[in-house]
Every structure is written in C-alpha cells, then in structure tokens.
C-alpha cells in the first residue's frame, strides 16, 4: 500500500483494464507528445510542459484538474532534481492526478483520464505561424502595398530603380549652374 501526502493509505492503480493494445497506443502518444518541440527527445520521456498539452489537447485539464496538480503530481513522481518523465512513471502520474480529482474512484478517475488521452495521441499545431505560400518577391516589388518613397524604388513592373529610386539626384549636366538643357533656345 502507497501512502499519500495526506497520511491516507490508497492502493496501488489497477491497469489490468488497459489491453495491449490500448497500452501500445498510449505509449505511441506519450512518444508522439514528448517529442514535440524538443530537440532532445531520447525515445522514452517526456517533460512537463508536453505533458501538460497532452493533458490541455485532451481535455484532462479544465475545472478539475489544474497545471497546478499536474505539476504537484509531477514532481511527486520524479522529484525535484528531475525534468523528464518515463513512461512507467507517467502512468503511476496519471494515477496520482486521478486521486486529486476524484477522491473516492480513483480507478474510474484513471479510466476517464486514460479515454481522454487516447482520443488524442497527436500533438495538434494550431495557433502556429506558418509559411505563406505566395513568392516573396512578388509581394515585396508590388508598388500597390507601399506609400511615400518606397514606392518610387520600383517601376510600374516592379523593377528595382537602384540609387534612382532611393535618392533625388540633381541634374549637373550644364556648365554653370543655371543652365539646364531643357531650357535652351532653338
């Protein structure tokens, strides 16, 4: 019998409900999540901040349960010293979390828990920026976009004026400063 931080004795969390094949695929997701975004991935851990958008993807964290209890949970697992999760201990986590949230049915908390997260077992990228798809050129040399200055840099083709374009250059053709060729006398 485990003890909880409270002194209450619970027993340990029953997974013979869980097949085979339901626990391959929560190891799939656990895999799936915990290399999202992280470039040191070894294959088998997880760090809270993957757990907690597997858990926010899912619909686990609402009301109930918080990132606070997921990072109490968290750390009770692992300890302090420790930043990624295995999957053996995400389970004993899971288990945890599903006694904060439900105080009598611990197992049916984890059996909720365990339908939620295998309805997602991929990490989702909404929110995130993506690539435009149109040329870049195309959008910059567009003369229509840009006001002032900036729109004498290209001609009507979008071609770059070069120094023309960015800068007035006095005409300096005559031999004195007056003079201009336009003005001559036929």
Do not use: C
């Amino acid at each position: 019998m485990a003890k909880q931080s409270n002194g209450a004795a619970h027993p340990e969390a029953d997974w013979s409900f869980l097949s085979d094949v339901d626990n391959k695929a929560l190891n799939e997701g656990f895999k799936n999540y915990g290399k999202f975004g992280d470039r040191n991935f070894t294959g088998n851990n997880m760090t809270l901040k993957n757990v907690d958008k597997w858990l926010k993807e899912a619909g686990v964290i609402g009301k109930v349960i918080t990132t606070t209890d997921t990072s109490i949970a968290f750390k009770q697992v692992i300890g302090n010293n420790e930043k990624f999760i295995t999957y053996d201990k995400f389970k004993t986590f899971l288990y945890k979390l599903a006694l904060r949230a439900n105080k009598d049915g611990a197992q049916e908390g984890l059996k909720k828990i365990i339908e939620q997260l295998q309805s997602r077992l991929e990490p989702s990228t909404s929110g995130t920026t993506h690539a435009m798809k149109t040329n870049v050129v195309d959008r910059l040399t567009d003369t229509s976009k840009y006001t002032g200055s900036h729109k004498l840099r290209f001609d009507e083709e979008g071609k770059g004026r070069g120094k023309e374009g960015r800068e007035d250059v006095p005409d300096t053709s005559g031999y004195v400063s007056g003079f201009h060729k336009d003005d001559e006398k036929k």
